[in-house]
């Protein structure tokens, strides 16, 4: 039995067949160790497998009966269990020959016989096994123990390194995720999840040395990969897919690979996890669980992005701000001599720092992000104001509409909002006319009949707006009950070139009218077109022809020459 000092001493093993040599060596090394002895090469390797995992260190002659010491270091190298024991070879030869033949197969240092001083022996023995322990804790932190990859520092580390070392080389970043990792392990066991992070290892170490590159498994699907720039990743994303044919399962395993292509020496040396970050990016805006996909990082899409992010979080303060601001762009009646007939009030965000911005870019948004409620009832009220305004100052009404976005049709409060604001601003609801674009209608119909529906019962007026850029058919015309229906720019744009627009623009301007309907054509910047609609029997045109959306202010002018054309005083 060991003495618990003994129990905290390291195990040596010693394999050696000459009696004399044995208890001296074993003698000398007990000082400082636990020694098991062996006299031949099977013994030895008895022993070590019997105590795997708590040898440090093997000591072996070369030249023993029934397993020699060759035999025993190439079969120790190529045990699994024990490949890590570091072991010593004790030679009486000297021969460099042997020497180099031992070291090959693995050995590490050599003891010469006679053995010396005993001090020397211990400071000998001791030093291999510290190295060895330390190379082990170096490996273990080094290395990601299920695939072998680098982990994530000594990954950044290296990554850092191999592109110093290689300037003039051209590299990619890349991040690679594979789904559906967990559904794996939920249903097959922790086990399987494993096999395939370790089959997808494989092959990335394979690629990575054809690509001169290194890899890491970053977090437990995600792999950090840097190698040279190639055209095309189609292949190793497919070798991948195979390998996982092993795996015989029913779970689809699929892989996003996000690339940032040719990476940027000072980028990478100054700040290498956010190059590896953008490739993160490119990967993240794939779409997860579908097949396979690659996509390479944009910067402007990132730009977007940040755009985005803060325009919503700088969202409440403009509306505290009032930094949203209504423009109005007039309707002109066709005729010979076009008058003004209304308004369509189209909002623009006057930010302090980013001067005006369209709402092309920030209506999409606020709509995807919850938030257009809110400045929709904003710029309603403000329209149906100014609406009033106008009356009061030039003692006739300018209709304006206003546009309802297809979100707040699943307002329940929607009808009573609308409501309660023509009812505050003391208008008709013949001077708010309300604008909603087709794409609504087509998403879900029994929704939009019931909301339009109690919309018209309330008395307001409704325009569809963008006819013809959605799904929608002539056929809607005929199931809602609209009054107006605004043709969409596509159709009036290049007109006056396109004899089969003209064709289709003339059929739907008279199945309109037909069913009763008021056409507006938006988007009319010429003569031309103009006078086209014209001889289609179209109602009202929008567009650049007569004038931009304007601010209210100077809108005042349109009214003004109103009031001159109809020898009125304003
Ligand atoms: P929309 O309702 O179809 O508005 C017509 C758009 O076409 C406006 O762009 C207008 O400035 C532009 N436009 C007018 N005439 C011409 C022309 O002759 N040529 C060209 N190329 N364009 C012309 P805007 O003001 O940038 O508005 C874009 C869209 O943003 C609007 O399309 C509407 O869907 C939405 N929007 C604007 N204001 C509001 C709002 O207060 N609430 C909601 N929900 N959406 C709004
Ligand atoms: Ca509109
Ligand atoms: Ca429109």
Redesign the pocket.
């Known amino acids: 039995m060991y003495s618990k000092a003994e129990d905290m001493r390291r195990t040596v093993v010693v394999a050696e067949d000459e009696i004399t040599n044995l208890l001296l060596l074993g003698g000398i090394l007990s000082i400082e160790y636990n020694v098991l002895t062996a006299e031949n090469g099977v013994q030895a390797l008895k022993i070590l497998k019997e105590n795997a995992g708590r040898i440090s260190l093997l000591l072996t002659d070369l030249i023993m009966p029934e397993m020699n010491g060759f035999d025993l270091i190439r079969t120790v190298k190529a045990d699994p269990e024990l490949e890590k024991i570091p072991i010593i070879v004790l030679t009486s030869s000297g021969d460099a020959k042997t020497e180099v033949e031992c070291l090959r197969y693995g050995a590490v240092e050599f003891l010469p016989k006679p053995y010396g001083m005993p001090a020397t022996i211990l400071a000998r023995v001791q030093r291999i096994i510290e190295l060895s322990e330390d190379k082990s804790i170096i490996q273990a932190t080094e290395k990601d123990l299920l695939t072998g990859l680098y982990t994530n520092g000594y990954f950044l580390e290296y990554a850092l390194r191999l592109e110093e070392h290689h300037h003039e080389r051209d590299y990619d970043a890349l991040v690679l995720d594979i789904d559906r990792i967990k559904t794996l392990g939920d249903l097959y066991g922790e086990g399987k999840a494993n096999r395939a992070l370790q089959l997808a290892a494989n092959e990335i170490i394979g690629y990575l040395a054809d690509v001169h590159g290194i890899g890491s498994r970053f977090n437990q699907n995600t792999f950090y990969l840097l190698c040279e720039h190639q055209e095309s990743y189609e292949c190793l994303i497919q070798t991948i897919e195979r390998s996982f044919s092993a795996l015989d399962t029913d779970v689809r395993l699929s892989m996003r690979l996000g690339i940032l292509p040719h990476i940027r020496n000072e980028e990478f040396s100054s700040d290498v996890m956010g190059q590896f970050m953008k490739a993160a990016a490119a990967c993240s805006s794939l779409k997860a669980g579908g097949p396979s996909s690659i996509g390479f990082f944009d910067e402007k899409l990132q730009e977007q992005k940040r755009l985005k992010e803060s325009l919503l979080k700088d969202f409440d303060q403009a509306i505290e701000q009032r930094q949203f601001v209504?423009?109005y762009?007039p309707k002109f009646s066709i005729e010979e001599k076009p008058s003004l007939r209304s308004a369509?009030?189209?909002?623009?965000w006057i930010h302090p720092e980013r001067g005006m911005i369209?709402?092309?870019i920030f209506?999409p948004l606020l709509?995807q992000n919850g938030l257009?409620q809110k400045?929709?009832r904003y710029?309603w009220e403000e329209a149906a104001w100014q609406e009033a305004e106008w009356k009061k100052r030039y003692g006739i009404s300018v209709p304006i509409s206003?546009?309802?976005?297809r979100i707040?049709l699943y307002d329940p409060h929607l009808v009573q909002t609308l409501r309660s604001i023509v009812e505050r601003f003391k208008l008709d609801f013949d001077e708010y006319l309300l604008?909603i674009?087709e794409s609504a209608y087509s998403s879900d119909m029994a929704q939009m009949l019931d909301v339009i529906g109690r919309l018209k019962g309330e008395g307001f007026r409704i325009e569809m707006?963008?006819f013809g850029s959605g799904y929608s058919s002539l056929t809607r015309l005929t199931d809602m009950p609209i009054d107006v229906i605004?043709l969409d720019?596509s159709f009036i744009r290049g007109l006056e070139k396109d004899v089969k627009k003209q064709d289709l623009v003339e059929i739907i301007i008279a199945m309109a009218k037909k069913f009763g309907n008021l056409v507006v054509a938006?988007?009319?910047?010429l003569e031309e077109q103009f006078n086209i609609l014209r001889g289609f029997g179209c109602d009202v045109a929008?567009?650049?022809?007569f004038s931009?959306?304007v601010p209210a202010d100077e809108f005042g002018k349109f009214i003004e020459q109103k009031c001159m054309q109809e020898g009125r005083v304003c």
């Open positions: 209504v423009f762009q369509e009030a189209l909002v623009r369209s709402p092309g209506i709509e257009i400045l929709d710029v206003v546009n309802v976005s707040d604008e674009t707006d963008d605004k720019m938006e988007g009319v910047e929008q567009g650049y022809y931009k959306p």
